[in-house]
Every structure is written in C-alpha cells, then in structure tokens.
C-alpha cells in the first residue's frame, strides 16, 4: 500500500533502454521522434523497431514541437492527491507536426482555453533533474 506521504508525490516516468534518449532530448528541450531509416516511418513512443516495418534502422530527430489539439479531456477530479492542486487541468491527444500523435496536457491557462484542431506548441517543463515532461500551450 501506498503511504500517505508519497501520495501527494506525483509519479515520474523510469528511462528504460528504448526510451532513454526520448527523456535526455526532453531534458535538453527537444522532443526526439524515431524516424525509420528503411520505410520513413516517423513513430512516438520510443521502441527497438519500427512499427510499420519492423526495421531496427531507426534514428533520433528532433520534432518541430508544432501540433494540432485532435482531441482533449478536462479533469476535474484528480486521480489522487498528487494531482489535487492541479484541477481543473486539460489533457490533450497532440497530432505531431510530423505525424505522430501523442498524450500530453496543457500548460500555460486553463482548460477552458482549449478547443479541437487548436495549434498547440512544446513546452519542456523540468520537473527534477531526471525528468523534464513535454506539455503544450497554444501556439
Ligand atoms: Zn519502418
């Protein structure tokens, strides 16, 4: 069981092999895409092989940071007492510039701010010096 104490911690994502170049970009303020080297599959999340080929020539680009909001949810009720402060947040589904689509949530306003097909823009937000998360404002 979880102790009241590291509760009110938000949880931090553990760099594995695959994805440890993904959180070192982020530390240094890019967000890094696997681009297939055989197929030009561009994929996030980070993984050993390509997911539309199953090719392992895979290299690190950095993203634009530029997306569009394709779809959101606002949060109301925090998932737990980490998160408590936070409410009402946005969490936001981003079509990637260059193909991609990934989870994040907004930052720099409040959800109300939010609309679909919304340009949105990368923002690193360093939580320690392990983890920087990538968020998005409006662009
Ligand atoms: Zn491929």
């Not at 080929?53 to 895979?58: H, Q, R, T, V």
Request: glycine share 8%; with cysteine; aromatic share 6%.
């Amino acid at each position: 069981m979880i102790s009241p104490e590291d509760a009110k911690k938000k949880p931090t994502p553990t760099p594995d092999a695959d994805s440890a170049e993904l959180w070192r970009g982020l530390r240094e303020g890019v967000l890094l895409l696997q681009h297939c080297g055989d197929c030009r599959h561009v994929q996030y999340y980070q993984q050993g092989m390509c997911r539309q080929c199953g090719s392992e020539n895979l290299s690190h680009r950095a993203a634009s940071g530029r997306g569009r909001v394709h779809s959101f949810s606002v949060v109301h009720r925090a998932p737990g007492p980490a998160f408590k402060d936070d409410t009402p947040y946005a969490v936001l589904l981003v079509d990637l510039e260059e193909g991609p689509r990934m989870i994040s949530t907004y930052s720099g306003g409040g959800p109300d701010d939010v609309t679909f097909d919304m340009p949105v823009m990368l923002v690193c937000e360093r939580i320690d010096d392990v983890t920087t998360l990538p968020r998005f404002r409006r662009a």
